[in-house]
T-cell receptor, first 113, second 111 residues
Framework: DADVTQTPRNRITKTGKRIMLECSQT?????MYWYRQDPGLGLRLIYY???????NKGEISDGYSVSRQAQAKFSLSLESAIPNQTALYFC????????????FGSGTRLTVV | DAKTTQPPSMDCAEGRAANLPCNHS???????VYWYRQIHSQGPQYIIH???NNETNEMASLIITEDRKSSTLILPHATLRDTAVYYC????????????FGKGTHLIIQP
């Protein structure tokens, strides 16, 4: 099984619908992140969480919300999806403080029509 | 975090060493150089990181200049599976607020 699992892998939804992307990890890491990637661009940080009670906004949090249900689970919600939220979404985890690399999931390709 | 500059694309022949440059002239003393790669829309994969000294692992070598203003990632014997976008990222080691990705270098390994 993958260390970081994202569901669904692909999703098409209509404008105005609420959608949730889920992420779970088996790394035992405290830190979890949600990124968005648009075609031809690097990843941009949406939200990140240090632990269950600590949620922080990233560079592009408008239009998104998150929930850290447990150490291993971090969900991203689009309350009312719009077409310019069509993108590839990645979840990542990292161990606590220190020079540790990030582990990324395989991504969720979201299309808003 | 310091900004980085990478060439948008590079070619390399299969079996040869691929040398990917990165400029980070504004790097500060506590910032590390990280390299990640992304193979065709998959999640980015950690490759290597370093502070001052050159580093080597099973995937690659990282050469950092003495003034730390630039670095080179070396894939010693490139294969077709190394075709990917390679990201050079500079950040402080203790930070926890995620990585800042630029556009990276699209490395194409030619058969």
């Amino acid at each position: 099984d993958a260390d970081v699992t994202q569901t669904p892998r692909n999703r098409i939804t209509k404008t105005g619908k609420r959608i949730m992307l889920e992420c779970s990890q088996t790394k035992g890491h405290d830190r979890m992140y949600w990124y968005r990637q648009d075609p031809g661009l690097g990843l941009r940080l949406i939200y990140y969480s240090f632990d269950v009670k600590d949620i922080n906004k990233g560079e592009i949090s408008d239009g998104y919300s998150v929930s850290r249900q447990a150490q291993a689970k971090f969900s991203l919600s689009l309350e009312s999806a719009i077409p310019n939220q069509t993108a590839l979404y990645f979840c990542a985890t990292r161990a606590g403080m220190g020079n540790y690399g990030y582990t990324f999931g395989s991504g969720t390709r979201l299309t808003v029509v | 975090d310091a900004k980085t500059t990478q060439p948008p694309s590079m070619d390399c022949a299969e079996g040869r060493a691929a040398n990917l440059p990165c400029n980070h002239s504004t790097i500060s003393g506590n910032e590390y150089v990280y390299w990640y790669r992304q193979i065709h829309s998959q999640g980015p994969q950690y490759i290597i990181h370093g502070l001052k000294n050159n580093e080597t692992n099973e995937m690659a070598s990282l050469i950092i200049t003495e003034d730390r203003k630039s670095s080179t990632l070396i894939l010693p014997h490139a294969t077709l599976r190394d075709t990917a976008v390679y990201y050079c990222i500079v950040r402080s080691g203790g930070g926890a607020d995620g990585l800042t990705f630029g556009k990276g270098t699209h490395l194409i390994i030619q058969p």
